[in-house]
Structures are given as structure tokens and as C-alpha cells.
């Protein structure tokens, strides 16, 4: 028997699943499954650890907590009208909202089917149907450390250890992480994020990924990786592919460039990619694509193989011909620097940490907390296809798009500014000494900073993981409290530092009863929005969410997320509203590393103004003790 969890009128009340002898079918409307192991449909749609349900917070916690969160951004005035708003919504339509929100996941519990939490239908909606290019909004990324050989043995060792990690995955011996719903992990097996009008699919091929797709000089070469008798090509012969390909790249001549369009608004590539695959030749190229263990983009060489800030832009904003960027990629240039892109729509930042913790210590011959990868038969690059050229065949009208897809590209990127904080006087050790949690000094550091330049606290959205649940994703913590703000003033009108310190300590402490209670699935965010979805279906008029105040608070003027885990040197994302930052960091023991982005098209914003800011605030952070 399963447990269920639920959340009514403020009590969590477990039920039992009956139990139902019943094909493992796909009830989820945004995968698509062409090649899976059987196994994968447990992971994917059962509950093989038997997680909780993602609780729904009881409606007067909900709005209790939106009110802390509100209250110091708003004055007095602003503020008693949200009490009036919030209790006028609790007793009224709220009221209503939440139970046939509650009623709605008791169906959905009982049915065993999808989806698997209140909030999973409207955040799959909204990853897979916002229609904005999936370059700087859907596509983080992750600098990869460690690895000390050429562009091409990088990638190779890189790519051979991966590959060993997705056969893991697919014989089912991958162990869970503690306490984790682990349903993200299958997702990244041959799998692409696939345009289709009004809404996205994740197509799956598992069980025909066998090669891997090279972008080179704005070329798209396929290679062969795991034969048909199931031996895997040796690194020294995937090495030599890839060095093979960047002859052949440098020799060769461009064909169409299709992968440009893959940064075009979603609804004009959906209508592109049909187009594409009226033509068998094409139909089958993408399939080729779509399917591959990884793309591996062989980039040239860095203007300045020490720039912070190309390196980012590498990884965030690249020329859009040298990227496919419905899939996941690992970039290299000629100088070795590398990182992984991500495709933000089915997985977060645990599962990449942990893929990319796997496959580093393998290619390093390290050990790991899971275990070794699986050690399989090798043959040599003289047993393996010669690399296979790409190349799309398209009417001149297609190419019209193509050039019109790098033209929005251009101007996409074009906008981000970029700036990297390389912290180096102290890291987490540091901060643990001051009696404050490393993630909490870092979230103050950047609201004082913010304060500083903008005289005003801002709207903080902090990723928050919520694997413990079953699909359990994220819950945003609002970073910015009533406790935060005291400290950012005290600090900016330079009051004595122990009054500061103390100040500081306590804001700390508040963020991090907070995160905790956020990963419990306490928060505020993912009960509104899935309230609101009900209340937009229904045509139904909330007050409350038609609020300035109400949506100002959710306007993530700082958008940040702690991507800290092993072999990493920066994480970044691009701000999510114009007049916002984006801030994806790391707080290592001895280092703190810092992604700032913002839009060159807002004047109120700048990322070196940010950047400069919060290293002084970190600074003066540490004068305290």
C-alpha cells in the first residue's frame, strides 16, 4: 500500500491508494514516448520509493506567510490593505479556490495517474508552453572543472563516462539519492524537448541512444558510441572522432544551419520542424538528433582563455548555429574550458549536480558515494562508422527562417550584460564561523547590495528543492523577510557592528527556518499558482491576484539560485523580468562564485554595478566579526 499525503483545512490527512492491477501507461500530456525500458515507466508515472505526496499548505499558513513575505517591501498604508485583501480572499473565493484545489488532488491521488502532485500539471504547462526561446530563459548551465587534457580528450572523457552513466540509468541501477524522488532521471536519456504548437513534448528514446551528435564550425556531425554487441567506444577512439570531425568541419562546407532555428520562439520552430520533417531525409535527421546520448559542441578558440565572463557567455549566449538548444550539450573550446547546458524543462539542479558529480569522478577514476559506473566492453575507433555529416535539405523560404532565427538571436543575446564575481577571501568556512548558514549570508548579501544600488528591498525568488516529495520539483523561497530588511539598513546607515552582526545573524536564522520549511513543501508560491490556474479556468475574478502590490511581490526582481556541488566554477541564468538580475552562485569552503546577468536594454540595471556592490557588501560582512 502507498501512502498518500494531503493537506486539508490545515491537517495532513494520509489515505491509502487501492491498490489497482493496471498497465503502466503515459498519462502525462507533454511526454512522449517512442523507445523506453519497462522499468522507466515505474520511475516515470509509479512511486517505487514510496514518497509522500507533495503536502498543499493549509490556506491561512498560505496567506499568513504571503503577508511576512509582503510586509517589507510595502508601507504601512500599502501593507494594512493587504490584510484587508487576504482576509477578504481567505474568507471568500480563497476558501473556495483551495478546496476544490484540495478536492482536485484527492481525485488525482486516488486515480494513481497524473499528475502526481497539485502543482505538476501547471508547471509542466508552464515549461513546456511558454512559447519564448529556450536560450537565456530555459537554458542554465554549469562550468565542469577538472579536467586538464585538450578540447577533444575533454570532451571525449567527458562524453565515454556520461554515456556509462545513461546505461546506468537504463538497466535501473541507479541508486536513489537519499530520500529523493528520482522520476527526473530517466528524462535525460535520449531524449529531446521537441516544438509543438501552444505546447512542448519531452520525446524519449531511450532505448535507441546510441550515438552522439558534434556541432563544429556550425556543422552537425553524428558518431556512433555504443555498437549493436553493446561494447562502448574507448575514450582514445572517441578522441579521435572528435579530431577526426574537426578536420572534417574545417574542410567541409556549411550546409543549412537548422539548429539555429532551435532558438526561435517555439511556436515559429514547431511550424519550422513540420515543415522540416515533410521530407523523409529530414524526418530522420532529427530523429538522429533527438535521440542522441548528448550533443558535444566543439567551439573555437577563446578571445582570452582566462575571461570570466566569455567563458559565461560561452555556456548562456553562444552564436545559435554552433548550438542545439532542445537538448542538453557539453561545450568545450579549444582552450579545454567546458560546461553543460541545460534544458531546464524536466530537471533541476540536483539532477544535473549528480550526473555531473558521477560522470566527472569516473573520468577521473575517482570514487563515488553511488558507486562505481558500470564497466562495460570497449572497442577501438578502427571498430567504429566514420563520423556521419548532418546536412538538412531545405527551400529557400526555410533558409529565410533560418537567417531570421539568427537575426532574433542576436538581438536576444545581445542585450544580456554578464558579469562574474571570482570571490576568493572567503568561502562557506568562513561563514559558518559567524553563526549564520553560508546560503543565508550570500541571499543578504545580495538584497544589502541591491539596496544599495536601487534604495529599496527587492522581490527575491530562491529555488528551493522539493525531491523529497514524490515528484517533488521546487518552492520558491522569498529570501526577502522583515528580519533581511532590518539588517540591510542597519548595515547601510553603518550602525554599530554589534547591533549589525546581531541583525545579520537573526536574518540568517529567519532565511533558513524558511528554506527548511520551504523543501517540507510549505511555501507560498506553488499554492497561489496552482489556486490561480483553477481561478483563470474557471474565469473566476480573485482580488488578491489582480493586485499591483500581489504581483509586484512575485516579480522577481532578483532571481537566484545556489547551484553549489562538486567540479563546478560557475553557474548562471539569465534575469527573468527586464528590469531584473539573475544570480546563480556557488559558495564553496574557500571561494564564493557569483553569475550576474541583467539587459543592457533596462537603464535602471546593471550587472558590473551589481557585481561591484556585492563584493563591498560581502566585504563589510565580514568586518562584523
Known sequence: MQA????????????????????????????????????????LFGNPYDLPRLPIPALEDTTKKYLAAVR??????????QEKLVKAFTEGVGAELHKKLVEKDAAAAKSGSYPFSFIE???????????????????????????????????????????????????????????????????????????KKGLDTLVMYSNESTNVIVICNEQIFSVEVLSKDGTILDVAGLEAKF?????????????????????????????????????????????EIDQAIIVVCLDGAPKNPN????????????????RWWDKFMLVVDESGFMGVTCEHSYADGTNWGRFIRETMNDALGKPDPSGPLPTLPTHAAAAAPAPKPLVFTVS?????????????????????????????????GAIKGW????????????????????????????????RKFHHGRTETIRSTTSDSKAFVEALAKNAPKAETLALMQAAAKTHGGNAKGCSNGAGIDRHFTAMAAIATKEGTKVDLFEDATFKYSKSWHLSTSNGTQ????????????????????????????????????????????????????????????
Open 4 to 43: 498518500i499525503f494531503l493537506s486539508a483545512v490545515g491537517v495532513g490527512v494520509a489515505v491509502k491508494a487501492l491498490q489497482r492491477k493496471r498497465k503502466m501507461e503515459n498519462p502525462s500530456p507533454v511526454l512522449t514516448l517512442k523507445s523506453v525500458p519497462a522499468g522507466f515507466k515505474t520511475e
Open 72 to 81: 517589507p517591501l510595502t508601507d504601512d498604508a500599502e501593507y494594512a490593505k
Open 121 to 195: 500539471e501547471c508547471w509542466d504547462k508552464m515549461y513546456y508552453g511558454e512559447r519564448c526561446p529556450a536560450p537565456i530563459n530555459f537554458s542554465p548551465y554549469f562550468a565542469v572543472t577538472g579536467l586538464k587534457g585538450s578540447q577533444t580528450s575533454n570532451a571525449a572523457m567527458f562524453a565515454h563516462s556520461f554515456t556509462k552513466w545513461t546505461q546506468r540509468v537504463l538497466k535501473g541501477e541507479l541508486a536513489q539519492d537519499a530520500g529523493a524522488c528520482s522520476y527526473g532521471f530517466p528524462k535525460h536519456i535520449g531524449s529531446a524537448k521537441v516544438p
Open 243 to 287: 579530431d577526426e570531425i574537426k578536420k572534417m568541419a574545417a574542410a567541409g562546407t556549411k550546409g543549412p544551419k537548422v539548429q539555429s532555428l532551435t532558438s526561435e520562439d517555439r511556436d515559429v520552430w514547431a511550424d519550422a520542424r513540420s515543415t522540416l520533417e515533410k521530407d523523409a531525409s529530414n524526418k530522420a535527421l532529427l530523429k
Open 307 to 322: 575571461d570570466l565572463v566569455e567563458r559565461s557567455d560561452r555556456l548562456l549566449i553562444a552564436p545559435t548555429a554552433t
Open 396 to 428: 529557400a523560404d526555410m533558409e529565410s527562417k533560418i537567417a531570421a532565427a539568427e537575426a532574433n538571436h542576436a538581438k536576444l543575446t545581445g542585450d544580456l550584460e554578464t558579469a562574474v564575481i571570482d570571490f576568493t577571501e572567503f568561502g562557506k
Open 435 to 466: 553563526n549564520c548558514s553560508p546560503d543565508g549570508a550570500v541571499q543578504l548579501a545580495f538584497q544589502a547590495a541591491y539596496y544599495q544600488l536601487h534604495g529599496r528591498m527587492p522581490p527575491v525568488y530562491e529555488a528551493c528543492a522539493t
Open 566 to 625: 562538486p567540479y563546478l566554477s560557475m553557474f548562471g541564468f539569465g534575469a527573468v523580468i527586464p528590469q531584473g538580475y539573475g544570480l546563480g552562485y556557488l559558495v564553496n569552503n574557500d571561494d564564493i562564485s557569483i553569475v550576474c546577468t541583467s539587459y543592457k536594454s533596462c537603464a535602471e540595471t546593471s550587472s558590473a554595478k551589481m557585481a561591484s556592490s556585492i563584493e563591498e557588501t560581502l566585504k563589510k560582512m565580514k568586518a562584523l566579526v
